[in-house]
Structures are given as C-alpha cells and as structure tokens.
C-alpha cells in the first residue's frame, strides 16, 4: 500500500508542472517577503525603533504580515490542485486504477500541504534575504551587525503552518465537493474575510478554520496571547490544537463522501 | 453468478437509475467472451455509457451484477482494474502537459516501466506529437492519446468508448488497423458505438441495447441473417399506387413519397422487376437498401424481441 502512495504523491507532483499553483506556492512567500522590505526600506523609522538585535522586531512583525496574508494563498493553492482533476474529467481515469481511492485522496492532500509548506520555507528563507539586504540598502538599521534568531522564525513559521492546516483540510474537501471554480473559491475568500473582521472580537471565530492563522498572527505577535482566547496547551496553542482536528474531521469526511461518490 | 472465468465481461440484469424512478438500465445483460471484438450498439441516450461506467465500477447500480474476468469491480477493485484499459467518452488528459508527461504519469501511478511509453506511442502513431502539449493537439490526436493511456498496463480486455470520435477517415480507419492487431494478440476488446456500419467491420460479437435493454446479442452473422430479414428495394415507377396495390398483399411495401421501399430478400429482386416490367409498369430505378440500425431498432422494438 504505501509504494502505491508513494507512486501516487509522485504522479500528483507530475501534473504541477507549468501550473499557475506551483508558481503561487514559489512566489508567494517572495512576494510576501519583498513587499515587507519595501515597506521597511521606505518606512525606515520601523526598523531604528527596535532596541537592540534589529532582526528580532523585523521577524516578529513580518511573520505577523505573513501570518495575515497568507489565507488566500493557502485557498488558491489547495483549490488549483484538486480542481485541475474536475476541469480535466480525470476523475474516471483516477478511479478506475487498479487500487482504492484513497490512494488517490490520501497522497494528493499530501502534496498540497507540501506545496504550503513550501510557501513558509520560501518566505522564512526570504525573509532572511530582505534583512541582510536591508542591512545594506539601510545600514542604519544593523542588520549586518546582529545574528537573526533562526530559532524564533522557525518556531513562529511552524505555529502559523500548523494553524493552517485545519483551513487546508476545509477547502480540499470544499474543493472536492464542488466541481465548479468558482463556489469553493467563494467560499474560501468569504472565509478568509469573516477571519478579519471575528478573530478576537467574537467567539464564532473559533469554529472557523479561515481564521486560525489570524489567531496565532496576532495573538503570537502582540505577546498577550489570551487577549484573544489563545491558550497554551504544552508546545502548541489550542488553535493549532482545533486546526490539526479539524484537518483530520474534513480529511475524514471528505474521503468518506469520495469513496462512495459515484462519476457520472 | 456462474463460473465467468473465461467471459472478460458479464453484466446481468444491471438497473440503474441517475434520479429515483427515471430508469436508464432495465434490466441489461449481455455477456462478452474472451478474445472477442464486442461491438455495444446503441442510439444516443440508449444507455451505453452508463454501462460501461457501471462496468468499470465508477456508477453503482441498484439491482445486477457485474464481473470482469470473474472479478466484481466494486468489491475486488484491484484484481478487476489491472485487467482492463479504458477510454471512457472523452479521453482525460492534463491540456497544460504533453502527450508524453500524460503518458508518464500513468507509467508512475501503475508503477509501470518507462519503455511502455514508446511502444504505445508507436502503437498508435503519435510520435511525431508526443512531445507537444496536448492543448495543441487535433482531436483526433487525443482520442488517438486516450486510447495509448489504455494500452499502457497491456491489459487482457480493452473498453473503448465511441473510440472513432472526431477521427478522420484514415484516422478511424488506423484505429480500426490497430483494434485488430490488439485483438489478434489476445485481447478483448468491447467497443462502443451508435453506428452499426463501423461495428459491422470491426466486430466479432454483437449487442444492441435499447432504452437501457439489451434487444440483441449475438455474432455478427447473426446480425446480417437479421439485417437481411430488414432489407429490401427502392423501386421508382410511373404508377407506385397501382405497384403498391399490386404487391401489399405479399410483400411489405411502404410508399416513401412516391418512391416505394419493398422489403424483399436481395435474390428475388430480379423476379419482381421483370413482374413489374410483365404488367406494363415503367420502371425507373431500382436500388438495393440495406437496414440501417434505425430499421434495425424498429424492428427490434417494434416485434418487441428482447433477450432473456
């Protein structure tokens, strides 16, 4: 069974070639980064306000911008992967294998949380490349005069991608369940927007997987945590905790419904 | 089910409906031997790809079975699938791509040795375009690609769809080449249309299906004995209402519009000419009319023959 997984995650990379989501899940986190270099570049009161090590309040607040930014990136990404077998009618091929289908569901929700994942690698290492060039553009900040805390932005980008799980798990079955570009898109960007407007101003929130990487946006980056509800349960927050079940609950539901759905 | 081991496909008494109460199979069985050309015939809408559809596992039906070398392709999905290639209505194929990484993917999903891609490419004759992205190719290219992704895993039974769709003439006529070499290697091959004349040169077997019912299944000399019993002459004369009258009582006669279709064994076409000619009628044209699958369905459903 996992060679045939394994088989199958390597196939799903195949079709990303020359794909618009392979070049949104390379470039997102350049763009992220890029733009928070200009706006540090051109802002430069932002970076002469911090006290000491520079790199300590450019991560903290990039990864906050990130952490805010990156929910549409994570819906677009998600859809592309699963839509491209509804715009191709591929579904009859894929179910006709000679393995279960969850050889086919299983394995392509691994490539996507790759590709996400690969979103938030791209932009830590970009994020490194705009303070060294900071450093240089503005060397008044001191950038190149203080080491980065590598283990602050790898521990704040693994919160913010395991608070986004939960809203993978939500769109690759929303995206599944409709075969149409545009509804799951809708209803992924409607998400994202109620995530703007609920997250620390109501209890809604919490049951919406749109705004878990909100919740560790702000709540991770204004250093009080439970003024927005968040709470430490051992190494993870609980919104990482309700993200990772509700990765699982959709994942489950979703291959539920694909194991019996008939192709017409 | 009896023992099916050496039947590639057995349906039998398949229903299926896509919206409670609207049937669109009743009750079809057909049964496919192995190493046979199976020509499924039907009009549009007669339920053919539903079938192939419920065979390949991808539709549930409510009531009969299905096997696959004996396999149900539900319940022992491995062991039905890696027995069968499949090119089901429009070929699926990822446009962004090229022939070859459409090929390559499925060699990696079967786990299947790279080599395999060139012979099917050779097989039906896209090497020359194979390395182009699929969104340049003609339709026929496509189908011709559908039908390589098929033969990949070099499977004992083939179910092909409407195969010829949006081919050219040589096209269809290369497809029907190679359907033939396939079948002499051994294997079987099930092939779906709605024209009887492209089933005719291509088909060991045959099955006629009919408003989700199977009206005949048999070989195709048995179909021509019943084409025959179908056809008949176009006979253009001066005075058709006198001819008409003249033979209504021994032989069916429809006037056409002042052309009369007389059903008549093609043997006996001299004999009524030289009646005709006898009794002083001028007869203008007399023509051969073969029953085309129309006829052949009127005949079907009209004596209201149906298999058991």
């Avoid at chain 1, 051992?234 to 994942?251: D, K, P, R």
């Avoid at chain 2, 090497?127 to 004992?156: C, F, N, W």
């Avoid at chain 2, 290369?174 to 092939?191: A, D, H, S």
Wanted: proline share 4%; net charge positive.
């Amino acid at each position: 069974m996992i060679r045939t997984w394994v088989d199958s995650y390597c196939a799903e990379w195949m079709k990303l070639r020359r794909m618009p989501v392979a070049w949104i899940s390379g470039l997102s986190g350049v763009l992220i980064a890029g733009f928070l270099f200009f706006v540090f570049a051109f802002k430069g009161d932002m970076g002469s306000n911090v006290p000491s090590n520079p790199w300590d309040g450019f991560f903290a607040l990039s990864i906050t911008v990130f952490g805010m930014l990156i929910g549409p990136f994570i819906i677009l990404v998600t859809h592309g992967v699963v839509h491209l077998e509804h715009q191709t009618s591929s579904w009859k091929s894929l179910y006709t294998l000679p393995f279960d289908r969850a050889a086919i569901f299983f394995p392509k929700s691994a490539v996507i949380l790759t590709l996400v994942l690969s979103i938030y690698v791209v932009f830590g290492l970009s994020i490194l490349l705009s303070g060294l060039l900071l450093g240089i553009v503005v060397p008044s900040f001191g950038f190149l005069k203080y080491v980065p805390e590598f283990s602050f932005l790898f521990n704040r980008l693994a919160h913010l991608f395991f608070a986004g799980v939960g809203m993978i798990g939500l769109q690759y079955w929303i995206s599944f369940r409709w075969d149409n570009y545009l509804v799951p898109i809708s209803i992924g960007f409607i998400g994202y927007l109620a995530s703007m407007f609920t997250v620390g101003k109501s209890d809604f929130a919490f049951i919406i997987p749109y705004c878990y990487p909100v919740f560790i946006s702000l709540g991770l980056g204004s250093g009080d945590i439970g003024r927005i509800g968040l709470e430490w349960w051992g190494a993870l927050t609980n919104i990482e905790g309700y993200s990772f079940l509700a990765f699982l609950l959709f994942l489950a539901t979703g291959y539920h419904q694909e194991s019996r759905k008939e192709i017409r | 089910m009896p023992d099916l081991s050496n039947t590639a496909i057995a349906v039998q008494q398949l229903h299926y409906a896509y919206i409670p109460g609207l049937q669109i199979l009743r009750g079809l069985t057909l049964t496919v031997p192995s190493g046979a050309i199976y020509g499924f015939l039907g009009e549009n809408g007669a339920g053919k790809s539903t079938t192939i559809r419920s065979v390949m596992g991808l539709l549930r039906p409510g009531k009969g079975g299905v096997r696959i070398f004996g396999q149900n392709p539900v319940t022992s999905k491995r062991s039905a699938m890696k027995n069968v290639g499949a090119l089901i209505e429009s070929p699926a194929l990822y446009d962004h791509l090229t022939g070859y990484e459409n090929l390559h993917i499925a060699v990696t999903y079967r786990r299947l040795p790279k080599v395999r891609i060139g012979e099917v490419v050779e097989l039906v004759g896209l090497e020359k375009h194979i390395r182009k992205r699929v969104s340049a190719y003609s339709t026929g290219m496509k189908q011709r690609l559908g039908l390589a992704l098929a033969l990949l895993s070099d499977p004992p039974l083939l179910i092909l769809d409407e195969p010829t769709n949006g081919l050219d003439p040589s096209g269809i006529i290369e497809v029907r080449n190679c359907l033939r070499r396939l079948n002499e290697q051994g294997k079987t091959i099930f092939l779906s249309s709605h024209l009887l004349s492209e089933i005719e040169r291509i088909a060991t077997m045959v099955g006629i299906i009919h408003e989700g019912r199977t009206m005949f299944e048999g070989s195709i000399a048995e179909l021509q004995r019943l084409k025959d019993r179908e056809s008949g002459v176009e006979v253009v004369v001066d005075q058709p209402t006198v001819v008409a009258a003249l033979l209504s009582g021994r032989r069916t006669v429809v006037d056409e519009g002042g052309r009369l279709f007389v059903k008549i064994a093609h043997e006996e076409t001299p004999a009524l000419i030289e009646e005709l000619i006898q009794r002083g009628i001028k007869v203008y044209e007399v023509r051969h009319r073969k029953s085309d699958l129309e006829q052949l369905f009127l005949h079907l459903t009209g004596s209201g023959q149906e298999m058991p």
